[in-house]
C-alpha cells in the first residue's frame, strides 16, 4: 500500500519556473506577514483582532509580488488599482442658483 501522505513526485528544480522579484528581479525571497486589522464588528472574538497573512518579500529590495498575494488582497484589474492609487476627482460644486451663459 502506499502512504497517501508520502508523495513520490520527483521534482527536478530545473524543470520549475523562477519566480522573480516583479520589481528587481531578484530570485530571493523571504517570508514576511501582511497584517490585517479584523474590526470587532466581525471579528469571531468581538474584539480587535489582528490577522497574519503569510506571504513571501522579495528579499532585496522588499518588494512583494502580487502574485504571492492571497487572491482576495490582489487588485482584480490593473485599471481598478488605478483607481485606487490615483487621487479621487475634486468635485465640482455647482449652486443651483449660478447665473447660466447664454
Ligand atoms: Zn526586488
Redesign the pocket.
Known amino acids: 500500500m502506499t502512504d497517501p501522505n508520502q508523495r513520490s513526485v520527483k521534482i527536478n528544480a530545473s524543470d520549475l519556473t523562477d519566480i522573480k522579484?516583479?520589481?528587481?528581479?531578484?530570485l530571493r525571497f523571504e517570508p514576511v506577514f501582511l497584517l490585517k486589522r479584523v474590526s470587532a464588528l466581525i471579528s469571531p472574538t468581538g474584539k480587535d483582532e489582528t490577522a497574519p497573512i503569510p506571504t513571501f518579500a522579495?528579499?532585496?529590495?522588499?518588494?512583494i509580488n502580487l502574485g504571492l498575494l492571497p487572491r482576495e488582497m490582489r487588485p482584480q484589474t490593473s485599471e481598478e488599482q488605478k483607481i485606487v492609487s490615483s487621487k479621487l476627482p475634486e468635485l465640482s460644486v455647482v449652486s443651483p442658483d449660478s447665473p447660466t451663459k447664454e
Open positions: 522579484c516583479d520589481k528587481c528581479g531578484d522579495c528579499y532585496a529590495c522588499g518588494h
